[in-house]
């Protein structure tokens, strides 16, 4: 068994996370449809930002404040998609998704990293990756066969346990999670 406060369990905590992506797909889904315009794209990115966000806030251990985490993941989210799909006039190729990922990483990302805590080091690491892990998500999904011809908000469950453990490797090299030590109730004399 796992010691609950080693960098394997938080890793896997994290990585586990993935499950916030398909739900936030069938919620992006739920609201808006396919993403094939504009508003689809901001609202349905939005719905699926607000969820991966409130998933990842709930699996950082507190490395990540809810309160900031959650609205920069959901504003992040719903503008890259804007750019990315518009950028590839809603194309679902695999160029296309590549591109379209690259783009939703770069604000995403950037939202992100002004929700990252100060004690973060090398904070522009995370801005610097997402454009790719976000890419990288799309890649994996289509070689997976899935249909992505539907216009999803996100990508599929192999691209997002992928991105979930890079980005978990990432989180813990810039915000390592240090457990908290109990304090000794000894008696003062």
């Given at each position: 068994m796992m ?6 369990a ?17 919620a992006g ?9 504009p508003l689809?794209?901001?609202f349905?990115?939005?719905v699926?930002g607000l969820v ?8 950082s251990r ?10 920069a993941?959901?504003?992040?989210m719903g503008a890259?998609l ?23 990483g770069v ?12 004690a973060?080091?090398?904070r522009w ?8 892990l976000?890419?990288?998500?799309w ?7 899935i249909?992505?011809d ?12 992928t ?19 109990p304090?000794?109730?000894?008696k003062?004399?």
């Amino acid at each position: 068994m796992m010691p609950r406060n080693s960098f394997l369990a938080t890793w896997v905590l994290w990585t586990v996370g993935f499950l916030a992506f398909p739900l936030g797909g069938v919620a992006g889904g739920a609201v808006v449809g396919r993403v094939d315009s504009p508003l689809a794209a901001l609202f349905g990115g939005a719905v699926t930002g607000l969820v991966v966000g409130t998933g990842q806030a709930l699996v950082s251990r507190r490395r990540l404040d809810p309160l900031r985490w959650i609205p920069a993941t959901t504003v992040g989210m719903g503008a890259g998609l804007f750019i990315g799909a518009a950028a590839v006039d809603y194309g679902t190729s695999p160029a296309d998704l590549a591109i379209m990922g690259a783009f939703t990483g770069v604000l995403l990302g950037a939202a992100q990293l002004a929700a990252l805590p100060p004690a973060a080091r090398h904070r522009w690491a995370w801005a610097v990756a997402m454009p790719v892990l976000w890419c990288l998500g799309w890649v994996i999904t289509t070689s997976a066969g899935i249909k992505v011809d539907e216009q999803f908000t996100i990508f599929g469950s192999a691209g997002a346990v992928t991105v979930s453990a890079l980005s978990g490797l990432l989180l813990h090299w810039l915000l390592p999670y240090w457990p908290a030590v109990p304090v000794s109730r000894k008696k003062v004399r």
